[in-house]
């Protein structure tokens, strides 16, 4: 049984003046998978996020989620097609609760308008409901069940609030989740705890691409790699043949291959 | 006794470009602080109305006229560095919103002082020179008016060759560039801030000392020339100083066209100007075409 | 729930300090600021949730209120239709000029949205004074008939009061039912972090365009009160220096809370008031308290007074939480 291609980017190139910053990029994700985008600095990973998620326009190419084409579609309407992300500089809405961040990111999910919301018709009312248990499962999921659902987000802990932006994404119930850099910063222990979060993802049916420099956790949780380099894809399999890939380990020493 | 439209025409032009070259010097003002710092000065206008007014009380006082005119001028200057420092220093890393009304306020603030000092009412100017007009065919243009060109003209030069041969120069253009990096390369910010307002209140000051013979010094006259100037700083691109002139001549030549056709609708040039670029194209003329992912003005 | 009841508790309260208002105002004239306030308080609610809670400027806000106030003189004044037509023509205008003037206006961001919105507000009072045929020009619209319900005619300081008052603690209901739903959430996600917002799967254009529609919408309804209460409209009243006041009534008050709305509408209407005394002095003394309070307290009176008393009384029990 052929497996499913949740996203598809096909010869995408960016540009930003003179500057390439992707360049005739082609991988795919399959449903289920977890898979990572790894490279040096600057290599064009969070380029590669934002040309997904509608943060940047395209030059060429095409990305498809699912089937559907996402090339140059605004982000609301790529959350729409079931991707979410997390952002590589934490992206919270500061004023708000932490229930009431993750409530958001189910937006796309609910439907009460300006006119019910005024005058809080009984539909509206169940909807908020269902909206807030969902928010709280998710924040359950992800290790934040603890905390009361009004703290205010800023008041949390820099490894809490990255906890909080997976909750977010989750709640939008995705086909697929984008984690930008999830591990940047945490400790040992924290980016353990960040793997098993990454499993317990899968097991829920979502699939996962991540960008993440911290190549244990790499290694250890993804199905497939992609290597990018200054742009463009230099290797793409699984860990271990990425590994001991000479175009990867020059890319990353700074060698001529 | 009407003229014919062609001379009528010229007078328009004429009226226009001298007003358009003041507007300039303001829309100046106003690039420079956005260059320096990012926060659209909004108490610009006050610059104006005080070095038209210092400027006349020294002339009244019988200070000849380039003295007056200097003094106004250096006046201002020290204004609009005492601004900085006591309003816009101590707020910095506010948000826009603050910064905006603290400049409102601060004009509001320096209005009032104004009106206080100079009372309500308009006051007039001796010109330069005689106030006998030069006839140039069926059209007449003032000494006053040429007085207002050469010196713009003038000062367009002297700023240029400040930021062509001076180091200070050199670092203000280096802030409008690229404010971080020309920090990273040891330009003190903080000292660039208060310059550009000093230079800010100087441009300011001098346009208001020029131009009151023609309008009439009055506490209330920077809220129009004010807003006026950051009309055509838009239209010629903020933060691009050949784009403040030329946004301020055009704007000024369109304002005078304007107001031969409909005298009411004078003021609505200008807004309506500003908006149709505003919606159109946000860099004005001649700004840089913004990068995406970065964009001041538009998402 | 918990925070549901709470709000309710609030409103009950208010509504009631309200009805009871008159009774300890001293004079007719007090009577009549609480008018004034009434009707600002209702701009102030909407721009609140333009500014502060959707984060967009609007330094043109006098403009929507002037619109509806000429909406419903000239329709009843000049066109002899019943007030009250005028009040829902006056609404109705006032959103939807800021709809037209949304849809291109809010493509800006920053200082550009308020220069464009300042420009828009400029416009619109040049119109006011030109388009004689329509406004009277300078000469304003008199004799502007009183609101009537039945045979009772609101042409009284009370009565319009009780009027304003009401639709003041309806605008309040409104604007705090919306900011706790889906609606307000998106509002607030747009200003916390546009991106993220926008990844989240919020329209952001369409939500800001909404909240400025509200806001217009307010403001027009407000205008047409003020129509109907001062029996005169003129261009006069609509200008930069009203827009700028409500711009400080939200600011002042703190810039994402309902109640700081009303404390800002109060303080700036009375601020004003007083003011009046001090002749030139005024706007000096205004302009430098304003630029002292926003460099000092740029999180507003309300919220900056509230923070100033929790750290006071926070420093000796748990922490003070400062929420308004």
Redo the contacts between chains.
Sequence with gaps: MPAEVLLQLTDVTKR??GLVAVDGLTFGVERGQIKAVIGPNGAGKTTAF?LI?????LDEGEIEVAGKRATRL???E???LGV??T?QNV??????SIL?NV???A??R?????LS????LPA?RL??VA?AERARECLRLVGLGKLPPETAAPSLAFGQQRLLEVA?ALA?EPLLVLLDEPAAGLSTAETARLGELVESIRELGITVLLVDHDMDLVMQISDEVVVLDHGVKIAEGAPREVQRDPGVIAAYLGEEP | MTLPAAAQLLQYLISGLTLGSVYGMIALGFTLIHNATGIVNFAQGEFVAFGALIALSCSEAGLPMPLAVLTAMAAVTLLGAALERTAIRPARGASVITLIIITIGASILLRGIAMWQWGPNALPMRHFSSEAPIHVGPASILRQHLWIMGIVLATMLGLWLLGERTQVGKAMRACAVDREAAQLVGIPAARMVMLSFALSGMLGGLAGAIVAPLSMGQYNMGIMLGLKGFCAAILGGIGNAPGAVLGGLLLGTLESLGAGVCSGMKDAVAFGIMLIVLLVRPTGLLGRKARQGGTEARR | MRAKSKRYCRLAAVAAAAATLPLVLPSEYAVHLAVVIGINAIVALGLNLLMGYAGQVSLGQAAFVGIGAYASAILSAKAGLSPWIGVAAGAALGGATAAAVGIPLLKLRGHYLAMGTLGFGMIVQIVMVQWEDLTEGTIGVMSIPPLSVGGLEFDSELRMYYLVAASAVLSIALASNIIDSRVGRAMRAVHGSEVAAATSGVDTARYKLQVFIMSGAMAGFAGSLHAHHAAYVHPDSFGFHYSIQLVVMVVLGGMASIWGAIFGAGAVTLIGEQLRSFQEFSTIIFGSVLVAIMVFMPAGLWRGSADLIGRLVGSRGGGGKGRA
């Design positions: 930003f003046g934002n998620t509608g943060v940047y326009a605004p982000s609301h790529v959350a729409g979410a992300r952002f992206q919270l809405f500061g004023n708000m009431e409530m958001v990111g937006h796309a609910a439907r009460a308008g300006l919301a005024s005058l809080r509206m909807e908020e909206l977010r939008a």
